[in-house]
Every structure is written in structure tokens, then in C-alpha cells.
């Protein structure tokens, strides 16, 4: 079963990037670019540990109790069913009915019911700033999986489609589309979702979760937050949770480093220096930095000084990085944490743009500073954000070098109430019976590792911290970078343990993971419930997570 579903999503991304690069050589890459970077948003390994489940999901297997064709009588006035449809999706998927669905104003979703039904519901959320057609490959990729093992599956546009402009520009004055992508279509999608699951199958769904990272984490979120009783169980990856804390920090990097760049040769001899540092601090020099919270690390102290640059540092380059690695402050107070450590140095796999020529040295490249081709990353979603959605009045023209954080920060704070999921108060999921599995990759130059931190210890201290582990546990991965890649394991079946979690009480003490090359898993290591970290055991292969154990730093 491993191997069958791995070749089969590895074969699927493989036809992804041809179609990609072949889009990027007609000259439309501004625009796929973006959806590229936030389309990746998912780890993967979903589904892949079947084995280890506790639960066997096809006994509770039910049959339709009526014809597809007729849900397109269940419109009402606050929903439509545009099309109920027969189909297969591939072989290895059961038969389904393919229920698309709007609900006003622009809302869409595309639900998926098999013939044989395990009486669950699995959603999968949205990247970067939602509007991924339902149609499209992006969620049917992410539904395959649990379709094929018999789950309902559902999927949702957030209410816009990402076609009908670059980035954020479906947001221009549209508070309708910022509400229902802040947080309205997920809810009414799930809720229309479990109405027309019970219509057709005379039966509620016993069970359903939701799975999302980046602006799918978010969303994930803000389930839980605001809306307790949609899901049972949340996968919640590297969320973006916080736009305006990231984004100060996105536009505080590009100020820095409009002043002062940093080439790419020098962020690799910066990495190099870091990683001779430091990376034994966690008791293994292995190229991953364990536990970035544990590194002091100053530029200006640390790093050699080079008038010339050639061997170390200018003054104004040192400056830069103090600025990268200490973050945006407002008042002398930090608004969000600067760039996190040990996510310099490129990986073996990389998650960044496939389109890429040049030599993916850092990642770094093509986030923080231009690649080849002059992308951004981070300008290319900070600057759509502070047209289009950060203000109450947006300005199709507002230039991201003008911003005034003294005067521009309160005024960012009402559309905040609609996008951010930092509610720390998560009771009413937790006596509902919810279970909550976040992770992060501690290399995420894109959404910042340290937040995610910052919101669960806010939540430790808001709950108590015994409290909040019964229900909600975050698992950080060394040197991932955003949702996947990087230079350890970045493949993991969060599904299967939060099913174990939600329907057999099993609670993940440890998640195994691995790093898969040209199908071969060449490392494991054990993903450890924050605030453990994995430590080495002094003996055995490093690349065995046998030899490891989760322990309290
Ligand atoms: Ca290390």
C-alpha cells in the first residue's frame, strides 16, 4: 500500500512541474509562480502509514441510499447544487458522486461521495490566499488519497478565484470575498457538506477532519477558534496565522535588504559559519540545527568582520542580518520574531520553484532575496496583502517602501479580526472531544516557525499546559522548510495519527518520519511532541530513528 500511493503522487507532481516549466517558458510566470509556491502547501506522507491505524476504517463501509443525480434538488435559498455527477477518478478510487455546489455569494466547493463510504468527511484546505478552482488539479490531488479510502472529500475555492487576478486583487474592496476567505466558506462548505452526506446516505458522517498547512493551517485554525463543531480532528501545518505579524516581517527583511543585499555565495558562507557553530549543540553534527529557540546567535558578535567582504562580513552586511534575525519591533516592542536560524543552507530536496535554473544554493533564494529570474517571494505576497487586504480603503498603488509602521500598524488591526486564527481560548474544541495536530518545519523562511511556537505556549499558558497536551499537540521538524523539504524528514502521516487519536484515544507520543530520495527512505527520525526535541542516543546510525528519544530540552 506504501509504495502504491507513494509512485502514484510522485508521478502525479512529476507531471505537475513539466506542465509548469512549460507554462513558465510562454511567459505567464509572475502569475503561476505564486500559485506554485502556494500550491506546494502540503506535507507529504498523509495516508501513507495505514498500517499503523488502530481504527478499520472500511467496517463502518455504507452505501448511497439514493441516486447522485437527484441531490440537485437540495438547492435552497442560501445554497444551489450546480452539478451531481457520476465518476471515477482513477483506479484506485471507488466509484463517487461529484456534488459541485455554490453558496452565495461566490462560494464554491466540489463534494465527493463514494459508493462505498467509511462514514467520515476529509477537507483539505487551502494555500497562500486561497482561491484554487474546485475543480482543478491542486484539490483533487490532495482529496485522492482519502478517497481512496473512502472518505467524503471536500474542497472549497475560499470564495474567489485566484484567476480573476494576480494574488490578492480579488480582495479590492470586497469585504464579501475577505470574510468568506477569512473564514466563512470553510464553515458553510462543511455545514452544507454534512447536510447533503446525510441526505444521500440516510446517515450523518460519524467522523471528519480537516487538513491544511500554510493558509490551510490558518484555516485550520480558525476551525477549531471559531467554529468547534465542524471537525473532530485538525492536521494544522505551518499556519498563516498571523498576516500582519508575518508580513511586517516579510516587509522589515525586504527594507533591510533593499538597503544592504546579500549575495548568494555570502548567505552560503554565513550558513556554513552557523552550521560549524552550532549544529552540535543538539549532540549531533548532522547539518540541522535541533532546536533553533536554543541558539544564541548575534551577527556582529558571531560573525567575522571583512572590510572587503571577501572573506567574512561588511559592517552593512552585518547590520542587515542583526535586522533579518532580530524582526520588526514597533515602539521597542517586537510585533513578530525575526528570520529563524539554520534555515541558511540549501537541502537535498527542495520544495522552492522547480522553475529555477540557477543553482538553488540557499533557500533563502527566491523567498528572502530575488532568484535569476528576479522573483520575490516575499515581496510577491507582501505587496498584493497591503493593496488589497491589510486596510480598510485599499490602494491599488500603495507602495510597500512608504509604509509608516508608527501610523500604518493600528490601521492594519480591523482587517486583522478577519484573517488571523490567534485565539488562544480553545475550549470549546477541547470539551466538544476535538484533537488538534499542528506541525512546522523549523527551516520555514516563509511562515515563521517561532510563531507557531509563540501561539501554542500562548495557549499552554491560556488552558494550562497538561490541559492543552490532552487535546492539542505540536510537532516541530528540524530543517524542514515551509510544509515540506529541506535538509532532514519531511514525510509523515499526520492523518493516521490523528485518526488514531480522535477514534481510538491514542495520543501521538512520537511521529516517525522520513526523508524519501528517488523512492528510497534514507533516514528516519522521531518528530517530538514541543517542548520535547529528539536527542541522539550516542549510538547507532544517525539515519535510524531508533536511535533517538524524545526528551524534555
Ligand atoms: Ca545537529
Not at 438547492?75 to 456534488?99: E, L, Q, R, W, Y
Not at 553534527?285 to 560573525?303: C, E, M, Q, T
Amino acid at each position: 500500500m506504501r509504495g502504491r500511493h507513494f509512485s502514484t503522487s510522485l508521478s502525479s507532481s512529476l507531471a505537475h512541474s513539466s506542465l509548469y516549466l512549460l507554462k513558465y517558458y510562454i511567459g505567464i510566470y509572475s502569475m503561476f509562480l505564486s500559485s506554485l509556491v502556494l500550491a506546494q502547501a502540503t506535507h507529504g506522507g498523509n495516508f501513507l502509514d495505514l498500517s499503523e491505524l488502530q481504527v478499520e476504517l472500511s467496517a463502518a463501509n455504507l452505501q448511497p441510499a439514493q441516486q447522485c443525480t437527484t441531490l440537485v434538488e437540495q438547492s435552497d435559498p442560501n445554497f444551489s447544487i450546480i452539478s451531481a455527477t457520476v465518476g471515477k477518478p482513477n483506479d484506485n478510487t471507488p466509484a463517487i458522486c461529484i456534488i459541485h455546489g455554490f453558496i452565495k455569494p461566490k462560494i464554491q466547493f466540489v463534494l465527493k461521495l463514494p459508493d462505498t463510504w467509511n462514514q467520515r468527511i476529509y477537507m483539505h484546505g487551502n494555500g497562500g490566499y486561497g482561491g484554487q478552482s474546485v475543480t482543478g488539479a491542486y484539490g483533487t490531488r490532495l482529496s485522492n488519497p482519502a478517497l481512496q479510502e473512502g472518505f467524503a472529500t471536500l474542497f472549497t475555492d475560499t470564495g474567489h478565484n485566484r484567476a480573476d487576478g494576480h494574488n490578492a486583487s480579488w480582495a479590492y474592496n470586497d469585504l464579501e470575498k475577505e470574510v468568506d476567505y477569512g473564514f466563512r466558506a470553510v464553515h458553510l462548505s462543511i455545514e452544507t457538506a454534512k447536510r447533503l452526506i446525510k441526505t444521500y446516505y440516510s446517515k450523518p458522517a460519524t467522523y471528519s477532519y480537516f487538513d491544511g498547512c500554510s493558509g490551510g493551517g490558518r484555516q485550520g485554525l480558525v476551525a477549531a477558534q471559531r467554529f468547534p463543531d465542524d471537525f473532530d480532528g485538525i492536521a494544522v501545518g505551518a499556519p498563516f496565522y498571523d498576516l500582519a505579524g508575518i508580513l511586517m516581517q516579510y516587509w522589515h527583511n525586504q527594507k533591510a535588504l533593499a538597503v544592504t543585499p546579500l549575495s548568494p555565495e555570502k548567505v552560503v558562507l554565513l550558513g556554513n559559519i552557523i552550521m560549524d557553530k552550532f549544529d552540535d549543540l543538539d549532540g549531533l553534527k548532522d547539518g540541522v540545527i535541533s532546536n533553533p529557540l536554543a541558539i544564541d546567535f548575534k551577527p556582529a558578535r558571531d560573525l567575522p568582520r571583512d572590510k572587503n567582504g571577501q572573506q567574512g562580513f561588511t559592517r552593512a552586511e552585518l547590520e542587515t542580518l542583526t535586522k533579518l534575525y532580530s524582526g520588526p519591533r514597533l515602539q521597542g516592542n517586537a510585533i513578530a520574531p525575526g528570520i529563524v536560524i539554520g534555515a541558511e543552507l540549501a537541502g537535498k530536496r527542495d520544495a522552492g520553484r522547480t522553475a529555477d535554473k540557477s543553482p538553488r544554493l540557499s533557500p533563502w533564494n527566491s523567498r528572502l532575496y530575488p532568484d535569476i529570474s528576479g522573483y520575490n517571494q516575499q515581496l510577491d505576497i507582501l505587496i498584493p496583502w497591503l493593496r488589497y487586504m491589510a486596510f480598510n480603503n485599499d490602494d491599488p498603488e500603495f507602495d510597500w517602501t512608504k509604509l509608516d509602521m508608527e501610523k500604518d500598524w493600528s490601521r492594519m488591526q480591523p482587517m486583522s479580526a478577519i484573517f488571523n486564527a490567534d485565539n488562544p481560548d480553545l475550549h470549546d474544541y477541547k470539551n466538544r472531544g476535538g484533537k488538534l495536530l499542528m506541525y512546522h518545519g523549523w527551516s520555514d523562511i516563509g511562515v515563521s516557525p517561532i510563531m507557531t511556537v509563540q501561539y501554542y505556549e500562548e495557549v499552554m499558558r491560556t488552558m494550562g499546559s497538561v490541559q492543552t497536551q490532552s487535546f492539542f499537540r505540536t510537532f516541530m521538524i528540524p530543517g524542514m522548510f515551509h510544509c515540506n523539504g529541506g535538509r532532514n524528514v519531511d514525510r509523515f502521516d499526520t492523518m493516521t495519527n490523528l485518526i488514531n487519536w480522535v477514534e481510538a484515544g491514542i495520543m501521538p507520543e512520537s511521529i516517525t518520519a522520513s526523508s524519501v530520495e528517488n523512492d528510497q527512505i534514507t533516514r528516519t527520525r522521531p518528530l517530538c511532541p514541543y517542548p520535547q526535541v529528539a536527542r541522539y542516543k550516542g549510538e547507532g546510525d544517525i539515519n535510524q530513528a531508533e536511535n533517538f528519544k524524545c526528551v524534555t530540552p
